[in-house]
């Protein structure tokens, strides 16, 4: 027994000194006990990375550093694109019809479940700060965190109020740069003797957007990059898109339902954005720039474990809590199931316990954080969940994983311009369900048209394959009870509209 105790000792020395960690950071991570921080941002889509290529200028070196050194995984979705319904999902693993915050006024019902509690009940510390934003609109404190700093709902960039541990305090300052503070102050106070559990939620980078003063106007003669879905007509459907070396794709834009084309003109169109309140060239930029503010706050965050010496054994997670459009079909914002409006930024960190440079291809949702963060801290995932742990993924392990994923929005009184939504996406295609509407469904091949311009749904070839995608997703709705619209009432205000109701 002596002997067996100083070989797991030495094993356990040795280990310590290969991946230059503490003693008591080895017996964390060889128990399980790892800490995690999970940074979230808003409405930041998945290719505005510097890493990506896709933005000629565009930096972001603490984002680059977390997919170098961790893991990037490429294909990740929400299963609703809307803040309130995706962060409620992230919260408690489960789909909007099922959780039922379907939109951002009406109250959250009772009885949820937020996967922080369990981590509570476990020993952990956990703090939520920043962006709530789900059923209650005046930043009050939730169930499962020790610490909570929040605001009212969309809350704003300059010299806030805040909702600290259920106290108002009005404080000055940006935003981002604030919450960034509070959070490595909580860091700083609480004991080690347990793990702990951080939720960094920023305000970032919603619109409308406004960067800080060190990045205001870093990127104003940064080029602008136009999809080529953004000026298409119903008229332009014989023309091809593509490398001029490579396969070309046909765009068969008369099928692109007529909602789509006409919300251009709309609060949520390039032509008349937010009702003109900011030109085309100044929105791209001024995102970017106020991307820059998240960017520096994760490198923070990453300077702040390292110093203490906990960058070993903390899993740092970066995610956006929904897509957003510059420009496709001609569209703002999101709510739609377009590529570019559920597809999101997904970087997990963590040198004990990831290899540099992963890529994970497999679709991994926004349910699947509550579980994944739950495996990770040895808790069994809770029943009423609906998403899967992708801890095997970054770990870089074979295991079955999910061939298609689902997709709800659900029409909002306040912005009446895009239908409900209902639709299922596998590796190659992309079934899309418009709701209630006179118009057409729509049919992708993702492999051959990335851009989502030519719309199968007519061509008899793709008619088993459609019916198929179809019966799937009316199958996934039946077996997880969504066949009935959760309706809430609300109050949302219609401002924005150029109409009002006649009674």
Not at 67 to 91: D, K, M, W, Y
Not at 94 to 120: C, I, R, S, W
Not at 292 to 321: A, C, F, P
Not at 464 to 475: Q, R
């Amino acid at each position: 027994m002596i002997k067996q105790y100083f070989f797991k000792k030495g094993l356990l020395v040795l280990l310590t000194f290969a991946l230059g960690i503490s003693d008591a950071q080895a017996q964390t991570a060889k128990q399980g006990r790892y800490n995690v921080i999970f940074i979230l941002s808003d409405d930041h889509r998945y290719d505005f990375m510097g890493f990506m290529h896709k933005v000629p200028g565009l930096k972001t070196p603490n984002m680059d550093r977390l997919a170098l050194e961790g893991a990037h995984l490429q294909n990740a979705f929400v299963t609703t694109s809307l803040c309130s319904p995706s962060r409620a999902s992230i919260l408690t693993g489960q789909y909007a019809h099922t959780h039922t915050v379907v939109d951002n006024q009406a109250p959250m019902p009772k009885g949820l479940v937020f996967f922080p509690e369990y981590l509570q009940k476990a020993g952990y510390h956990t703090a939520f700060l920043g962006k709530w934003h789900m059923g209650n609109t005046n930043g009050a404190p939730q169930p499962g965190f020790d610490e909570w700093i929040s605001f009212k709902g969309q809350g704003v960039y300059m010299d806030p109020a805040l909702n600290i541990n259920g106290k108002p305090v009005k404080k000055q300052g940006y935003i981002t740069d604030l919450l960034t503070d509070y959070a490595l102050g909580w860091l700083d106070t609480i004991s080690r003797d347990k793990p702990f559990f951080l939720y960094l939620s920023h305000k970032a980078v919603h619109a409308m957007f406004n960067p800080g003063k060190k990045y205001d106007g870093v990127y104003k003669d940064m080029p602008i990059i136009c999809p080529p879905s953004m000026y298409l007509t119903a008229t332009d459907s014989s023309r091809y898109y593509g490398k001029q070396t490579g396969p070309q794709t046909p765009v068969n834009y008369a099928d692109i339902p007529v909602w789509v084309r006409r919300q251009r003109y709309s609060w949520h169109g390039v032509d008349h954005l937010y009702d003109g309140n900011m030109q085309f060239e100044t929105f791209y930029r001024k995102y970017c720039e106020t991307l820059l503010g998240i960017d520096e706050s994760i490198g923070r965050v990453l300077q702040w474990l390292k110093d203490h010496h906990m960058d070993k054994n903390t899993l740092v997670v970066y995610m956006g809590d929904n897509g957003f459009q510059f420009g496709e079909h001609g569209l703002i914002d999101k709510r739609d199931m377009y590529e570019t409006s559920i597809r999101v930024p997904l970087l997990a960190w963590c040198p004990s316990l990831i290899r540099p440079g992963t890529k994970v291809k497999q679709m991994v949702e926004n349910i699947d954080i509550a579980p994944t963060v739950l495996d990770l801290a040895g808790i069994a995932e809770p029943a009423q969940m609906q998403g899967k742990s992708f801890l095997p993924l970054l770990e870089g392990k074979q295991t079955a994983w999910r061939k298609e994923i689902f997709y709800e929005y659900y029409w909002e009184w306040a912005f009446p311009m895009t239908p409900t939504i209902f639709g299922i996406r596998t590796d190659r295609y992309k079934y899309i369900y418009n709701w209630g509407v006179w118009d057409i469904n729509e049919l992708y091949d993702l492999q051959n048209d990335p851009e989502e311009m030519n719309n199968l749904i007519r061509d008899p070839k793709y008619h088993a394959i459609a019916k198929s995608l179809k019966k799937d997703l009316w199958d996934w709705l039946d077996k997880t009870k969504g066949m009935e619209i959760p309706l809430k009432k609300n109050d949302a205000k219609r401002n924005h509209i150029p109409y009002q109701d006649t009674y």
